[in-house]
């Protein structure tokens, strides 16, 4: 059976909630679809040491601010899911779990979302998606013939999983700091941290809350046409959060160059040496989950929805929400997503009605 709603939101993670809230507060009848099978979006798949980089009252969504976690200034990854499971109940909000979205088409005035528990005639859909769902591994020449164990952030858990053995870290990224840092404080893993080009730290105190100000500066400046100041890539790449101070300042976390290929079983190095390898843990990175999207025939040529804010230009009646800066600046995070996830909730009103 067909159901019938003003706005069908994917993905039931902070943007999805964060647009439920505004939604509500817009009296659009709506409903989302997470296909997680619990509450918590990707913070309950992270690493075991994973914190936040902001203390929990700068890291809320709309209405409800994230209470403080016992002994931690910087709440862990399940302390966020459970402020998730908290907030997605304390709303009520109409969230179905463990409802996977195949296909967003056009459908006369309106837009049908076809998923693996049913179909959805709607006046509007917002794309929550994010990223967690579709890492990215670089094309290495040996990637294919390597014999030992490769994963990526989204498969790290702990180093207990790595004792005893030689494992190689890609990426200079904050993913690939942190977790080059519990490996190698952990001093039962033999870790070598790889990175393309020598890793950028930023300042000690800058966290969360200082970024969300230089991020939503950055976009103040290009919405007024004025000089574009860089934002948060201008600082550096790696927020120096306590696990990866300590490991830096013990002198356990220096990058060497990027190896050139891989072989049956270890790495050949620029210089022409060769090491032997256990595990390769890829960190980096992600793209878009946007595979639902694709009857709708809106991507270019590499993939990118072009969108006005967070609206679709091709497809007004799809918002596209929390996928970092080009759906509004620090949209991809806890604090950041409520802006966006406003303004997209208003834009939708002001369509419908």
């Not at 790495?267 to 022409?272: A, E, F, I, Y």
């Not at 996928?323 to 208003?346: E, K, M, N």
Request: aromatic share 8%; glycine share 12%.
């Amino acid at each position: 059976m067909t159901q019938h709603v003003d706005v069908v939101v994917v993905g039931g993670g902070q943007a999805g909630l964060a647009a439920g809230y505004h939604l509500r507060r817009q009296n659009l009848d709506f409903t989302i679809l997470d296909a997680d099978p619990a509450p918590g979006g990707s913070w309950q798949h992270m690493w075991d040491s994973l914190h936040l980089f902001s203390p929990a009252e700068h890291s809320s969504l709309p209405g409800r601010l994230m209470p403080a976690q016992i002994g931690e200034t910087y709440p862990d990854a399940g302390h966020v899911v459970d402020y998730l499971a908290d907030y997605e109940k304390r709303y009520d909000l109409p969230v179905q779990h463990g409802t996977s979205v195949d296909a967003v088409r056009h459908d006369g005035d309106r837009l049908l979302v076809e998923a693996d528990s049913g179909t959805w005639r709607a006046r509007a859909v917002i794309s929550a998606t994010g990223t967690w769902s579709r890492p990215f591994l670089p094309a290495v020449p040996g990637r294919s013939v390597f014999t030992g164990r490769q994963l990526h952030t989204v498969n790290y858990r702990r180093p207990a999983d790595f004792a005893g053995q030689r494992v190689i870290v890609v990426g200079g990224g904050n993913s690939g700091a942190q977790i080059a840092a519990d490996l190698a404080m952990d001093g039962h893993v033999g870790m070598t941290w790889v990175t393309q080009r020598p890793p950028r730290f930023l300042a000690d105190d800058i966290d969360g809350r200082a970024l969300f100000g230089v991020a939503t500066a950055r976009r103040r400046a290009l919405d007024a046409g004025r000089s574009d100041t860089g934002g948060v890539a201008s600082l550096g790449d790696i927020v120096a959060v306590l696990s990866v101070r300590a490991a830096r300042d013990a002198g356990l976390l220096s990058a060497k160059q990027m190896f050139t290929g891989l072989t049956a079983t270890g790495v050949q190095w620029p210089d022409g040496t060769w090491e032997a390898v256990d595990a390769v843990i890829w960190c980096t990175g992600f793209r878009p989950a946007l595979a639902h999207l694709a009857p709708l025939g809106l991507r270019g040529r590499r993939g990118h929805i072009a969108t006005d804010g967070t609206r679709a230009i091709g497809e007004p009646r799809l918002h596209l929400l929390g996928y970092g800066d080009w759906t509004g600046p620090a949209s991809a995070t806890l604090i950041g997503v409520g802006r966006t996830a406003r303004d997209a909730s208003q834009q939708i009103r002001d369509l419908l009605h």
